[in-house]
């Protein structure tokens, strides 16, 4: 149990996540079939479809009507800071990966978590693949699973053994680790670029044995955080140089401890 939460009510808070990310996934689902999106560009420079802001509308809208200890705030990538102030807020990104999703690439997901903002601690994180039929859940203390298997991450594993997952290099070089991204290249012959929730998914199931991820937003790293370490893996978040981001490290234990010696972390 989480203080100031029941086993009981983080299973149901739990729930009512997965089933908000299900809701939603339906009308994403059918705007990517029909890829009629009219993208537009946010003051980021990152781009946004109406697909984005109808998911997260939904979410907002389940994740609300279905509260068991209260209304929650909820932090939503689209339409920001919602509440009063509440010790428990939401965490929602409705398109991870949108730029796959506008490219017609089947392999971005939706994420929401549940963060404890005095302890500023995640402890609930859900992620959602909608065109792969895939759910990674957990909660504090009660385990990972992808569609109800509990997932273990083994203890150890040499880095020769491991496929180690990148986001795009756009992202390293936005944070000055570039020279990361060159040492990783050095040091392994399977790095693969799997961006956003979908490679994070990967290095929960235990498929990749580790993944950094520079320049990430606070939706972006929350669920997997919660993911990974209920897996029995580790995760490791450094400031980034990109203002207001961090910088991520994750997977099996001691694969991470060996990168983050090895690289600037």
Known sequence: MHEGLTDKQLTQLLQTAVDAAQVAAVPIRAYFERQDLCVREKSDGSPVTQADQDGEALIRSHLLSK???????????????????????????????????????????????????????????????????????????????????????????????????????????????????????????YVRGYTDCFGHGLVVGGALGAMVDPALNLWDILATQVLIEEAGGMVVLRPSSVSGKVDALFGNRSLVHHLARELSF
């Open 67 to 189: 509260a068991q200890i209260g209304p929650l705030d909820i932090l939503g990538e689209e339409e920001g800071l919602q509440g009063t102030g509440t010790r428990w807020q939401w965490i929602v990104d409705p398109i991870d990966g949108t730029r796959s999703f506008i490219h017609g690439i089947p392999l971005f997901g939706t994420i929401i978590a549940l963060l404890d903002t005095r302890d500023n601690l995640p402890v609930i994180g859900v992620i959602h693949l909608p065109m792969l039929g895939l759910t990674y859940a957990a909660a504090k203390g009660q385990g990972a699973t992808c569609q109800g298997k509990a997932l273990h991450l083994p203890e150890n594993l040499p880095i020769e053994k491991a496929i180690i997952g990148v986001g795009d290099f756009a992202q390293f070089s936005s944070a000055n680790r570039e020279a990361d991204y060159q040492h990783l290249l050095a040091m392994s012959a």
